[in-house]
Structure formats: C-alpha cells, structure tokens
C-alpha cells in the first residue's frame, strides 16, 4: 500500500508499507494518527518504502461529529496544497496541536480558523491584517482587500465597502470569538484558499471536506 | 512451447488478478484445477459462466443477487422497520454470518473519503434516505467500519436524519471477544472505556 505522511522534516511524503492493507495496520494507518517512520530507498528519487510504528491514535475524534469533520477537513487541505517533499516545519507543528486540540475535544474551532491562516500564510498567501492598507491606520480594521489580502479600515474603505470582504473581529485577537464571527472567518479564509491559492495549484476546487466542515459550524452557529 | 500453452497461461494471468493470489499461487490453482478437470474445472467454470451471465446488484438494497431483487429483502419473514446500513457486500455477508440481524440491508457501496474526493453523491446514500421514507423505516444501524471514512460516512447519514422521526443506532466499538487489552491499540480502549456500561 502506499501511504501519504505529513513529516516534520520532510513535508509530505509517499512511500510503501508493506502489508498496509492487513488488519494489523488498518488501526495504524488512519488519517490523524502519529507515527514513527523509517523511510529507505535505493535512490533519493525513488519511492522508497516506510517501516512505521504507531506513536498516537487519535481515533477517539471518530465519535465526535465536528472534530472529524475537521480532521478531514485538514488533511485534505493539506493532501490539496502541499508539494510532495517540501519541509513546512512550522505547518507540522501547528497541524500536530490542531489534531490535540481535535483529540481532546475542547474549544478547537477558533484554532482551526487560526491554522488555515497558517496555511495562507506557509504557502505565500498570508493575509495582512496589522494595518489599514489605505490609511495606515491600526483602527477600525472592518474589511480585507480581495486582491491583496490587505486589511482596511471603515474610514479607508469609503464608497469601495461593498466590494471588500467583511473582517470579522476574532481574526484580530479581540474579544471572543461566537461561533458566527468564526464562520465568516472561515468564509475570508475559503475566499483566499480557493480564489487565489487553488488557482495557482492547477485550478482544482478545494476539497469539498473542508465546505462541509464550515456549512457544519454554521448550522451550529 | 507445445500448442495451447497459450490459453493456460492467459487462465494462470486471469486467475493471478483475483485478491489473495500471485503469478506463483495462481500457477499451482490451475495445475490443481486441471488436475481434475472433470470433478472441477468443469462445474466450477460453468458455475462462473452462470453467474457471470445473472449476477446483478439487487434493486432495492444493492445487495449481489441472481434476481432483480435479493433473497433478503424479498423474505417476509425479515423485519421491514429496521435497515442495517452497510459499507459493502462482504460487510453484509459478515453480519449474515452472525444470524444477529433479522432486518434488511442497504449496501453503499463505499464510504465518503476527504482524501480520496468520494462524496455522498458517489455512493448510495440518495437511495437510502429515499427508502427510508418510502418504506417507513423506524430504525437505522449504521454497521459501518471503525475508521475515519467509515464512521464520517456514519455522522453524515446520522445528520441527514436528523429531525426525522427514525431512531438512529450503530455498533458498538470495543474490545473484541478473546481480545487481550495488552494487545489493543490506545484508540481502540479509549472508545472501549468511553462506551463502557453498568455491569
């Protein structure tokens, strides 16, 4: 079987398992789960072959609705962005307490809303929220360019409002954040994923995983 | 090469297609089968034409049958209020096996993969809540596997439910019979001690 791990050092990577079809490695080999792996091949370029043992089930999201609907929805994120064997160390690592906040079934929401802004930002899309991008101001950051993904404020935006998307609070860091202003967050984030990101990566539509995650927050909200 | 070679070894790279043989195995069935070509081969490839020629999915539940409709949902004796709903065949022949369930089945024929793009469209679903409503189905037993796909497959079909009058239930996950905690994965004893009951 050949299986898709997301590395620390190596990004996203293919190789073979060996009897990974068996039952024995069914439990192993589920999306979420950590793993220890040793990967050999004759050639940098080949596909190789992995020798993997578990490190962390994480099945217990299985029974939680949301938290899978996330998980699939990250991992067919990150199926759809990433090159193959390209380190995003820092994406790992905010992916790996994603998958904790998942397993332990807390308030992980606003934290996948932070990830996908990670993951704007890892593969050369971050939006840019510190400043009004006509004003310069700090102040009253109500809207976000859809063509720079630039923050502007209710003064700098004038007559051009309609066209700006609305910029909900919470991805400022004030005040909590409801689960509505979470949702319009996360239609900011789907607008920049996949009106400027997906284009550039063979103009696929996102994975219809993360469209249902959101459309299940927002019947929650 | 001596003449007819040929078809042997076009039967020994057709029998090597099938799950659970290679090239080495498939060899060996076909030397074993035409060692005994009369009280094998024979029947055993006219059984295989037969079924090649009426083997269908069954209308109502997608269950393989020989008929328009299976056996199973053509039994009255079965219960018409409860359906078992099911990844694939093999998963409804496993249960058959256990003669636990006297309901009827629906088949999906697979189940919804984030990874692999497979949406609800792609499976039977559609058929299956239309059923539910046509038949007046009480309740439904999501008997489906205990991975990632197998059990979003269950969340989406249990929200699609949601508000309709039909009690949704689905099995248990645990510890198997004769398993040995020492030798269970952690996620498979969280779910264990989650779903533990008064003794």
Redesign the interface.
């Given at each position: 079987m050949i299986v898709e791990l997301f590395t620390a050092g190596h990004g996203r990577h293919a190789g073979v398992v060996r009897g990974g079809a068996s039952r024995k490695m069914a439990g192993i080999l589920q999306p979420g789960n950590r793993v220890s792996a040793a990967w050999r091949a004759r050639l940098e370029d080949h596909l190789g072959s992995y020798t993997l043992e578990p490190l962390q089930s994480r099945a217990v999201i299985l029974s939680d609705r949301t938290a899978l609907a996330g998980l699939n929805a990250v991992c067919a994120l990150l199926r759809f962005t990433l090159p193959e064997r390209e380190p995003h160390e820092s994406l790992f690592a905010s992916s790996e307490r994603l998958f904790d906040a998942l397993a332990e079934g807390g308030d992980w929401v606003p934290g996948y809303l932070r990830w996908e802004l990670g993951l704007l930002e890892e593969m050369g899309y971050g939006l840019d929220l510190g400043s009004c991008a006509v004003t310069g101001s700090r102040d009253d950051l109500a809207y976000v360019s859809p063509r720079s993904g630039r923050a502007v404020s209710r003064a700098g935006a004038g007559e051009w409002a309609p066209k700006l998307l609305p910029l909900p609070l919470c991805l400022l860091g004030q005040g909590p954040a409801s689960l509505t202003e979470i949702v319009q967050g996360l239609r900011l984030t789907g607008f920049f994923l996949g009106e400027r990101m997906a284009p550039d990566l063979g103009d696929r539509p996102l994975p219809e995983a993360r469209q249902r995650l959101v459309d299940l927050l927002a019947r929650q909200g | 090469m001596t003449g007819g070679r040929d078809e042997i070894e076009a039967l020994i790279a057709l029998m090597a297609r099938l799950p659970g043989l290679g090239p080495r195995s498939a060899r060996r069935a076909v030397l074993h089968l035409i060692s005994k070509r009369t009280q094998l081969m024979g029947p055993l490839a006219e059984a295989m034409a037969e079924v090649a020629r009426t083997a269908r999915e069954c209308a109502r539940c997608g269950n393989i049958s020989t008929a328009a409709i299976c056996d199973i949902c053509e039994d009255p004796k079965r219960a018409t209020g409860e359906i078992c709903v099911i990844e694939d065949v093999a998963d409804l022949w496993a249960m058959e096996r256990g003669h636990a369930f006297k309901g009827r089945y629906h088949v999906l024929g697979g189940t919804l993969s984030?990874?692999d793009?497979i949406?609800p469209e792609d499976l039977r679903i559609p058929d299956l809540l239309e059923r539910i409503r046509e038949e007046g189905i009480s309740e439904v037993i999501l008997a489906l596997n205990?991975?990632?796909e197998g059990?979003?497959t269950a969340?989406y079909i249990?929200?699609a439910l949601e508000g309709s009058q039909v009690q949704v239930t689905s099995l248990a996950?645990g510890v198997p019979i004769g398993g040995e905690l020492d030798y269970l994965?952690?996620?498979?004893i969280?779910?264990a001690l989650?779903a533990r009951k008064a003794f």
């Open positions: - | 984030a990874l793009a949406g205990a991975t990632v059990q979003t969340h249990a929200e996950q994965d952690d996620g498979t969280q779910a989650r």
